[in-house]
């Protein structure tokens, strides 16, 4: 055992000759030996011999041997244990390892960074109860967005293995890695990732535009070294959408991989990683307005059973009727739910009746309470949870009435008129004066097709009110009244990141384009006695042609989340199986 005065003689020396063991000539042999000894010291390494250990935490002991790295983990548990002053910088280490090295110039190099060992040392931390100084480190070592892809991705995956060994932090971590991806997910917006699309697909593939110039980092020259780049045709042309790809892919896939052992569901685990996700969505998701990708992991999640798209629909309808909530966040509960049940395959028509008998009969309630007296009038600030619900019930009815009439016209005909959607509209409160045009004209024309209502009366005395006015500013433009006074977005419009789409797609119902044929059938009332057999193809499930195609998809209107062309039509049906 080193004695006091040789370690201090030691520190004593010049530095040319006390960094000499980590030169690479030295064998691992000397390492081990030079580490035993220390290990058996760590009892005089006080904060006196600070400069001593910050050379020690030097040493690239990740690129030794297995039996260098097990005695270094060895080392550092002592010292730990012995000395809690260096706890820090041993912590700050091991989360500097989460990431590749500059110096690392193969994809093998950075392999030993996901080793098993780097997280044993993070469970022997979990041992010593030392966790509450981990997560501060994990938050300032979290890489800024201009670092490289990989940089992000290494960072990224291995906080998510870090959950594995410590699932206590995982909810601390999970809302970590949330707010950094929503901070991505809000700098780039969906119409400025099609105009990204759109240019490099009309640029020559050898030019780079100034905004990715912006964003290029030396590390992505080592990236490209390393043989790690993606096919032209999966990344994103937009620098900060390709991060937000990769990283989504990795959440994914953590997620995917927690709730199944051996490719089943394991339901206590899914339930588990449901609860944190949903803390994750109220804190963060939720007060965020107009996130275009991030929220997806709620819908993702939900697709691996029933029962957890039920419970997701259920939370957010107590968000939505709870007056103790603040009106912003109601509002937007009800933007959630009319876009997963309208954009969730598999939720059957069931889930999505019973919902809209919810909806319905909360409206209904409401317009008995409010639809008389001084607060009778059509005002957004005093009755915006009831348009959100409003042109929830609208939208969901847009994308699924084929489904809730498919099968038996007669008694599908008869449900819709259950929900006397006609009292609604004519109500004092006039939603569609509120709700998104796009969505009103739509469900106006399918209203009236099955004669369940008819809305344009009511829509043209509203456009005689919509009264534009002129800016005073230079030039006098001519400035029509908001067209969106909810300022209400779908939180599940069409997903455009490539890669992780993928993951996606499989569960998700896209609009389907509307033929000239489909909108002409759409003016022609359906007679009340008409049969099952005389059913036209809004009933029948099947794909309008393309053949005269007018590309009408009812989105947030004017908003950076309207679906690009590329994203609108209706993918061939296929089975979805959901485990039990």
């Not at 904060?47 to 790295?69: A, I, N, T």
């Not at 419009?493 to 998700?508: E, M, N, Q």
Request: include cysteine.
């Amino acid at each position: 055992m080193l004695t006091d005065f040789r370690v201090r003689n030691f520190v004593l020396y010049p530095p040319s000759r006390s960094v000499m063991f980590v030169c690479r000539s030295l064998t691992d042999a000397q390492i081990i030996n030079w580490l035993h000894e220390f290990r058996a010291s760590v009892t005089y390494l006080t904060k006196d011999f600070e400069q001593l250990v910050s050379l020690l935490l030097k040493l690239p002991w990740l690129r030794r041997s297995r039996e260098v790295v097990e005695e270094y983990l060895g080392f550092l548990g002592n010292l730990v244990s012995a000395q809690t002053v260096h706890l820090r910088p041993c912590l700050r280490m091991i989360v500097s390892q989460f990431v590749p090295r500059k110096f690392f110039f193969s994809s093998s190099s950075f392999i030993c960074c996901h080793d098993s060992n780097l997280f044993f040392f993070l469970f022997f931390f979990l041992l010593c109860r030392t966790l509450q100084f981990l997560m501060p480190i994990l938050v300032e070592s979290f890489p800024f967005i201009n670092k490289s892809e990989r940089t992000l991705e290494c960072y990224v995956h291995n906080l998510l293995r870090v959950t594995v060994y410590l699932p206590t932090l995982r909810l601390q971590i999970l809302e970590l890695i949330v707010e950094k991806l929503l901070k991505l997910d809000v700098s780039t917006p969906q119409q400025d990732i099609e105009d990204a699309e759109e240019a490099a697909n009309n640029s020559d593939s050898g030019e780079k535009s100034a905004e990715e110039g912006l964003f290029d980092m030396e590390e992505d020259e080592e990236r490209k070294g390393n043989k790690v780049v993606s096919s032209s045709s999966e990344r994103m042309a937009h620098p900060l959408a390709e991060r937000l790809d990769i990283l989504m892919t990795i959440l994914f896939s953590y997620i995917k991989d927690v709730c199944h052992v051996d490719g089943k569901l394991d339901i206590n685990k899914t339930k588990d990683l449901y609860r944190d996700l949903v803390s994750v969505f109220d804190k963060l998701i939720l007060p965020t307005h107009a996130s275009c990708h991030v929220q997806y992991f709620m819908f993702y999640i939900c697709s691996f059973k029933l029962g957890l798209a039920e419970a997701f629909l259920d939370h957010l309808w107590k968000k939505l009727h709870d007056p103790n909530n603040p009106s912003v966040i109601r509002q937007t509960a009800g933007s959630y739910i009319g876009s997963f049940l309208a954009r969730a395959k598999f939720i059957p028509v069931v889930t999505v009746k019973a919902c809209l008998d919810l909806l319905v009969n909360w409206m209904h309630k409401y317009i008995d309470n409010q639809d008389t007296g001084a607060n009778a009038c059509c005002d957004v600030a005093l009755h915006g949870p009831f348009y959100s619900t409003c042109q929830a019930a609208f939208y969901t009815l847009i994308f699924r009435h084929k489904q809730l009439l498919d099968g038996n016209l007669r008694k599908g005909l008869s449900y819709l008129q259950s929900l006397n959607f006609e009292r609604i509209v004519m109500c004092q409160l006039n939603p569609l004066k509120i709700c998104i045009p796009s969505v009103v004209n739509l469900f106006a024309a399918i209203t009236r097709k099955y004669q369940l209502v008819f809305c344009y009366t009511i829509i043209e005395r509203n456009n005689r009110q919509f009264i534009p006015v002129v800016r005073s500013g230079t030039g006098g433009d001519l400035v029509q009244t908001c067209t969106n006074p909810l300022d209400s977005f779908f939180p599940f419009d069409p997903y455009v990141l490539k890669r992780s789409k993928k993951t996606i797609d499989p569960f998700y119902q896209f609009w389907e384009e509307l033929s000239a044929e489909d909108l002409e059938n759409l003016k022609k009332p359906i007679k009340r006695g008409t049969s099952e057999d005389e059913d036209d193809d809004f009933l029948k499930g099947e794909t309008p042609q393309n053949d005269g195609v007018v590309e009408i998809a009812p989105n947030s209107y004017e908003s950076n989340t309207r679906s690009p062309v590329s994203s609108i039509g209706s993918p061939p049906d296929s089975h979805v199986q959901y485990p039990h």
